[in-house]
């Protein structure tokens, strides 16, 4: 069974991380939300608090197929500040294992040089941080083992895009139409 990790920091974006979360788990992909800042209850940007599966110190990386960040202000720069998951997120983009952000977040990759020759998107106004990117106005745009959305209003593209992923192109066809989403 694959695993999925979605990283809560304050100030997430709730749909972004929480339609992926969903998505995923109506799949029958493990799926673990991870606090970042020490403790379990993260709010969002929305001020709705959110209750995380595990703290980043509990999270299992070995067991993790996919490392998933969710946009949000100050959400994104809360996670690229958090210097143990930006050590992991390195070590699984050196070692080809897949990584996937979304909105704001897709400018964490971009600073790190992951996409640097690949076609990504992002919310529009971080596009200028997707250094090195062919970068798209797609909802989706998944290079290899690196996977970019724009926004919430792609958040539903995205999670179909993991579960395809892992899942294959029928299961996320068939999540799309369960969920009453016409792709």
Known sequence: ????????????EEIEALTVVDLCRRAGIETDTV?????????GSHRVPVQADVLLAEADFEGAD??????????????EACGPLMERLDAF????????AICAAPSIFGHRGYLRG???CSYPEFEKELE???????????SDHVTTSRGMGTALDF????????????KAEELAKKVVYLR
């Open 159 to 170: 999670g179909l895009a993991i579960v395809e992923r892992f899942c294959g192109k029928e």
């Open 93 to 100: 983009y050196r070692e080809g294992r897949c990584v996937s």
């Open 66 to 79: 996919m490392l998933v960040l969710p946009g949000g202000m100050p959400g994104t720069r809360n996670l």
């Open 132 to 142: 090195g990117a062919k970068v798209s106005r797609g909802a989706v745009e998944v």
């Open 118 to 120: 690949r076609n990504a």
């Open 1 to 12: 069974m694959s695993k999925v990790l979605v990283f809560l920091a304050e100030g997430f």
């Open 35 to 43: 606090a970042v800042s020490g403790e379990r209850v993260v709010t």
